[in-house]
């Protein structure tokens, strides 16, 4: 990774198959308990392999955004967070695939500074630029009770600039005040925990630290409580971490799901 204390947190894997590739988008880690005892989220595409191996995408360094299902930019956001993340994909080997028919756009978190072009490429930034590009019938922030709620296991030192900085990506076009309060946070209460399939012992991973919560800067007005009982069958606590943006209706209209606490 590029920098001295970067992380790698995401949670992505390619699986090769004989007529495609599986990419699969996770919010759980690769042991036992994420996949027993906790609610995840998971995305999952199979993308063929082309008819013809002498067939592959024109290169396309371009930064602009496209909202079709068509979307080749998927192919580039893979092998841009993969090449920066990791040694790298062979180019060969990835333009064995067809993501001509991509229904979602890769949303990655590369650690840095980022500025110029690759402002809009990372984070809730990528958010940003893609809502951008995309037409909903009635404008999601002029409806009234429109809502985004983003659920995490763990929420570090929030403060309201951060968060309008947030409110601005899932709302365009409005006042950064009016977006952080339309933003909702969906974790768990004490109460909630003890109530859980595991209880207090098995929410290890659930983290909001007695000083954060007790410092005037959080919002706790933004704060919802995650039902375990009502969301998951079992009553497990969630690991994953979820954005979605309602209409009036309660409809979802966008949602993002990966590994952003």
């Known amino acids: 990774l ?8 995401s949670k992505l894997w390619l699986l090769s198959f004989p007529d495609c590739l599986r990419v699969v988008v996770s919010s759980a880690n690769m ?3 994420d996949w027993h005892s906790y609610t995840q989220v998971i995305w999952i595409q199979d993308f ?5 191996s002498s067939a592959s ?10 909202t079709t299902t068509t979307d080749c930019h998927f192919r580039d956001e893979l092998i841009n ?21 991509a229904k979602a756009h890769l949303v990655t978190s590369v650690p840095g500074y980022h500025s110029g072009l690759d402002l809009n490429k ?11 590009r995309n037409v909903f019938s009635t404008p999601l922030e002029k409806q009234p009770l429109s809502s985004c709620y983003f659920q995490a296991s763990s929420i570090g030192a929030l403060d309201m600039k951060w ?3 947030v409110g601005a990506s899932c709302f365009i076009h409005v006042p ?10 969906v974790f768990p209460s004490e109460s909630t925990v003890k109530q859980s399939k595991l209880g207090a012992r098995g929410a290890g991973m659930i983290i909001l630290r007695k000083d954060t919560y007790l410092s005037p800067k959080f919002p706790k007005h933004l704060l919802c409580d995650y039902n375990s009982n009502q969301y998951s069958q079992d009553g497990h606590l969630a690991h994953s971490k979820i954005f979605v943006h309602c209409d009036s209706s309660h409809t979802a209209q966008w949602m993002y799901i990966g590994s952003h606490n």
């Open 48 to 52: 063929p392999k082309r008819r013809s």
């Open 2 to 9: 590029p920098h001295r204390y970067s992380n790698m947190y």
């Open 163 to 165: 968060l309008e900085e």
């Open 31 to 33: 042991c036992y308990h």
């Open 81 to 101: 967070f993969w090449n920066i993340s990791t040694l790298g994909i062979p180019s060969k080997w990835i333009d064995q695939y067809d993501f001509s028919g």
């Open 176 to 185: 950064e005040t009016r977006a952080r309060n339309g933003l909702k946070i």
């Open 122 to 132: 990372y984070g809730h930034m990528r958010i940003r630029s893609l809502l951008k």
């Open 57 to 66: 995408p024109a290169n396309n360094s371009s930064n602009t955004v496209t």
